[in-house]
């Protein structure tokens, strides 16, 4: 079956005049139906073995991390490497790694829907549950890092027994505001996109325990044409909103560095460069994740070669936007005059952390620009490997800036070389496991593609027919 | 078969494509009906105008949401920074417009975001979980592959046979009755029963807390998480195995004067002249406020045992009485002659260093008070205690003639 999809692929992709089609394998709606819901009622059958084989190690590393944040919140921050003078050590660095993993979602869910791209509905789902899944990860790491985590409710603007308020002209506050923003708008605006496909489901159930579950969340949708209307409207709206939203974020999250003096950190170029940079990282991700999903459940003929190509070019722009930051970011620093300025960059390129910043350089500058060259572009095994290149990369970009800028400040009496501990890898790797444990089980319940989309797709490509 | 007619809510005809859903739905509109939709696994494009759908007013509301957003945000952020609880940064204004942006942004986008979901359902009358169309077998397909119109029985115009050749004229497959089967919606009695009992259950624990927090208590209050109230560190005083002297506090190397405690001079921390004799005056202004202050120390530190006049007749003193006078030491009458004529000077060295006191052994007749009492309070005490000692050794002479039948 896939090596038809493939032949219609080639052609497609070989003739220059016409653009292969986003549906391929002479689709239907209903076989439409049965490709999608399929990967989760079929789920005892063919798949389920490398699921639970999945799903029992994901769960295991959560399990770790669990006992990693008891450990944590009964002993004390202090299991982590965060000494002085770097107190925002990994925790932040993860922080930071998994909210901008979570910009791809909504990006591809609001911005491409206001671009009209059509091609952005074999993947938005997919990527709108990776983008939760990722702002849960990083809502973890502010969270067990503020030490007491029995007040962390002195973060939100609630009346408490001290009579104070947060300050509001702190970055950090801003933080707060903008991430628990975007994760509900992304939650809602996911939610409200999976409720037609609910219905499928339920409607498509066998049993009457998942009938009963799909029917509750989607609220008794009928597909009414009057409903529909208000539901477009509604979506459009959702986009307009979450389109500066997801800008948004970012921006404040490089607030948290930008606004304090710290040279490295207090530059103007951090908010343009943050949210390239999430994007970039967010569609690798995405990379990451779709290439074994699409392969493993049959999906290549509606997430097809022709969507991961769009996304490889998509993390070459943004990736070569990212390397002109760093670039620039060198360029300010000579041209600034400022010695203290000049020297976290150097430091940074030639210091004690020259290894980390090199790894970031070659794996977020030279990497993709492989994509450069259309075999590689439609090459599934490059495109996989370029990707966990590109997350590897940007994990080590929030290390440099974080790092090298607190390690060595004005004062050299107090500079020090961070040390991580243990339970900091510990931490990362269960944030991990957090994250596959979450998707598996969307995988395993949820429409992994936005059926009623897909259909408006097919509809549309028969009709020009 | 007749009752099952008077009993249907409508009729439901099945179509195969959205090509043939609007014909149908252009007819049934010219027909003049009103209460009828289409359903359709996707957003058919064009059904809007083929239906005669009027615009969602959804996007109004979201605006009101929207601006609502700003209004609290910026509210919020005046009133708790700038009013009730004044944070100030660096000498900025205590609110201004640059620093109030993001939150207010990321408010307005939280309020319209909530608003359109919740606002699309409620346009839609959602959730309704129970709708007399699923219990047609063939709507299943509505979320799937196929098309359908359902026209509702209560429409004005709505007379079966009619409408039922309107639907098989329009290119339907399947045109099918819409039955009532009786469903009992009512929720079952001990459901109410259990919520009420669970609504007032939730006030419990909150009156419980609000008792608490208007009471008071002689045990220490409860914690849930100790914090730091309690930590493994010795605290002033305690008694240490690993220091020489077994003291928990260091204190200050021997020789050595910590800024601002130099005290050299010797007339106002000693109560010496350069000769080394008691000073006879205080080296201090007298003034009532001074003599006040003396009062309120000397009441505090002196009167339990000196007494209120300074007779040595203090509570504590009467306490000790009441329960042993064995090796109690009456405390000196302060307004006894050999007290009276001593210089000012050496009342202060009794206060600072004590009567008859060994620092070694911490024992003697009166411990020092210069821990508890600054210099110049102790020189306050001193012109108080002069005070007292001119009222108790005083005669009808002192008072002012003009006062003295008053006595």
């Known amino acids: 079956m896939s090596s038809q999809y493939d032949l219609e692929i080639q052609t497609a992709l070989e003739d220059p005049t016409s653009r292969p089609h986003l549906v391929m394998g002479g689709a239907t709606f209903a076989s439409i139906d049965d490709d999608v819901a399929g990967v989760s009622e079929g789920f005892l059958k063919k798949t389920s073995l490398a699921w639970y084989a999945m799903f029992g190690a994901s769960i295991s590393v959560l399990a770790m991390l669990g006992a990693v944040v008891v450990y944590l919140i009964s002993t004390g921050v202090g ?12 925790p932040i660095v993860n922080f930071v790694f998994w909210v ?44 067990i890092h503020v030490g007491r985590i029995w007040v962390v409710y002195w973060l939100f603007p609630i009346p408490n027994q001290m009579e104070m308020w947060p300050n509001f002209r702190s970055p950090l506050l801003w933080d707060v505001f903008a991430v628990s923003t975007y994760a509900t708008v992304s939650l809602l605006f996911w939610y409200m996109g999976l409720i ?54 970012h921006t404040v999250v490089s607030f948290d ?55 490889s070019k998509v993390i070459l722009a943004t990736g070569s936007m990212v390397g002109y930051a760093y670039a620039m970011e060198f360029f300010v620093a000579w041209y600034s005059g400022n010695p203290y ?117 097919l509809h549309k490509q028969e009709s020009h027919h | 078969m007749e009752q099952q007619e008077a009993k249907a809510l409508g009729l439901l005809a099945e179509y195969e494509t959205p090509q043939a859903l609007m014909a149908a739905a252009e007819k049934v509109r010219d027909g003049g009906y009103k209460r009828w939709d289409t359903h359709t696994p996707f957003p058919v494009h064009g059904i809007d105008d083929a239906m005669g759908i009027q615009p969602t007013i ?114 339907a497959t399947a045109v099918e ?114 003599l006040e202050r003396g009062r309120e120390r000397y009441n505090i530190y002196c009167l339990p045992c000196h007494g209120e006049s300074g007779n040595g007749k203090g509570i504590v003193h009467e306490r000790a009485l009441a329960l042993d006078t064995s090796g109690w030491l009456i405390p000196r009458d302060l307004t006894m002659d050999s007290i009276v004529t001593q210089p000012d000077g050496q009342i202060y060295d009794t206060i600072t260093n004590g009567f008859n006191y060994d620092a070694e052994t911490g024992t003697g007749n009166m411990a020092p008070y210069a821990a508890q009492i600054r210099p110049e309070d102790r020189w306050a005490i001193v012109l108080y205690v002069r005070a007292l000692q001119r009222a108790a050794n005083a005669s009808i002479e002192d008072v002012p003639a003009d006062k003295r039948s008053a006595l």
């Open chain 1, 341 to 457: 300025e000049q020297f976290a960059f150097t430091n940074r390129a030639f210091g004690p952390y020259a290894w980390a910043y090199w790894i970031m350089v070659s794996c977020n500058v030279i990497s993709p620009q492989l994509f450069w060259f259309k075999k590689l572009r439609q090459s599934v095994p490059a495109l996989f490997v370029i990707s966990i290149f590109v997350n590897i990369g940007m994990w080590f970009e929030r290390f440099v800036i974080t790092v090298t800028s607190l390690s060595r400040d004005f004062l050299p009496g107090s500079w020090a070389y961070f040390q991580p501990t243990p339970f900091d890898a510990l931490t990362l790797i269960g944030s991990f496991g957090l994250f596959f444990t979450l998707f598996l089980l969307f995988i395993r319940f949820l429409p992994i593609i936005a059926i009623s989309e897909i259909k408006g797709i």
């Open chain 2, 58 to 171: 959804l996007p109004w509301i979201v605006l009101g949401a929207g601006a609502t957003g700003t209004l609290t945000a910026l509210l919020l952020q005046w009133y708790t920074n700038g009013v009730d609880y004044p944070f100030l940064i660096s000498g900025k204004p205590l609110f201004s417009w640059v620093p109030a942006f993001p939150v207010t942004f990321e408010l307005t986008v939280l309020f319209a975001g909530i608003t359109t979901l919740l606002g699309m359902l409620a346009l839609n009358r959602l959730p309704r979980l129970h709708n007399p169309l699923f219990d047609v077998k063939r709507f299943a397909r509505a979320t799937q592959d196929r098309f359908f119109l359902a026209l509702d029985a209560t429409d004005p115009l709505f007379e079966d046979s009619s409408a039922r050749a309107l639907l098989e004229g329009s290119g």
């Open chain 1, 100 to 143: 901008g993993i979570a910009h791809a979602g909504t990006l591809i869910s609001a911005i491409l829907f206001l671009l009209k791209q059509d091609w952005r509905t074999s993947i938005n789902r997919f990527a709108e549950a990776m983008t939760i899944f990722a702002v849960c990860c990083a809502g973890l790491f502010p969270a």
């Open chain 2, 177 to 290: 009755d819409v039955p009532d089967v009786p469903t009992n919606e009512n929720i079952p009695s001990w459901m109410w029963q259990v919520a009420i009992v669970l609504v007032f259950a939730t006030f419990v624990p909150l009156g419980l807390i609000a008792a608490s927090y208007n009471s008071t208590s002689t045990t220490p209050p409860f914690h849930i998480v100790g914090d730091m109230d309690w930590q493994e560190s010795y605290r002033y005083g305690e008694e240490v195995p690993f220091f020489d002297n077994g003291q928990a506090m260091r204190g200050a190397l021997p020789g050595t004067v910590a800024v601002g405690e130099l005290e050299e001079d010797d007339a106002f921390y000693r109560g010496m002249d350069d000769m080394g004799n008691w000073l006879a005056v205080a080296p201090v202004e007298v003034s009532k406020s001074v």
């Open chain 1, 257 to 311: 560095f930008a606004v304090s003096q710290l040279p490295g950190w207090h530059t103007t170029i951090f908010p343009p460069y943050f949210v390239a940079g999430a994007i970039f990282s967010g569609f690798a991700m995405v990379l990451t994740l779709m290439i074994p999903v699409r392969a493993i459940f049959g999906l290549q003929h509606i997430v097809t070669l022709r969507h991961l190509e769009v996304v």
């Open chain 1, 196 to 249: 037609p496909d609910l219905a499928t489901f339920r409607d498509r159930a066998t049993s009457k325990i998942r009938q009963g579950a799909y029917a509750f969340f989607s609220l008794g949708w009928t597909g009414s044409s009057r409903h529909w209307h208000r539901y477009e409207k509604a979506y459009l709206i959702l986009a307009g909103l979450a389109t500066p939203l997801v800008l948004s974020v």
């Open chain 1, 79 to 90: 299991i982590w490497g965060n000494q002085s003078p770097v107190f925002w050590g990994w």
